[in-house]
């Protein structure tokens, strides 16, 4: 059971942290656009940062914390 919630958690850290990089490489080139005067979508990331993008900055910490101090109460329980 722990190894199954485990492999979720990971999986969804997985895809949390490729939304993450996707949202910086959106920004940057957003940024980019806009330096051009190429509009680009930076105005929609803005709207998006507090719905989107910093719930999902802040579950992929809260996540790898988690799953860190799980892997590490398991090995302290399998060592004893």
């Known amino acids: 059971?722990?190894?199954k919630i485990?492999?979720?958690l990971n999986s969804f850290l997985?895809?949390?942290?490729?939304l993450v990089l996707a949202s910086?490489?959106?920004?940057?080139?957003?940024?980019a656009g806009k330096a051009a005067n190429i509009p680009l979508g930076l105005d929609l990331w803005y709207k998006l940062w507090e719905p989107v993008f910093t719930p999902a900055i802040g579950i992929l910490m809260a996540g790898a914390m988690t799953s860190g101090l799980i892997s590490w109460?398991?090995?302290r329980l399998n060592r004893v």
């Open 1 to 3: 059971m722990k190894d």
């Open 14 to 18: 997985v895809f949390d942290t490729f």
């Open 6 to 8: 485990l492999g979720w």
């Open 24 to 31: 910086f490489a959106w920004l940057a080139i957003a940024v």
């Open 73 to 75: 109460i398991s090995k």
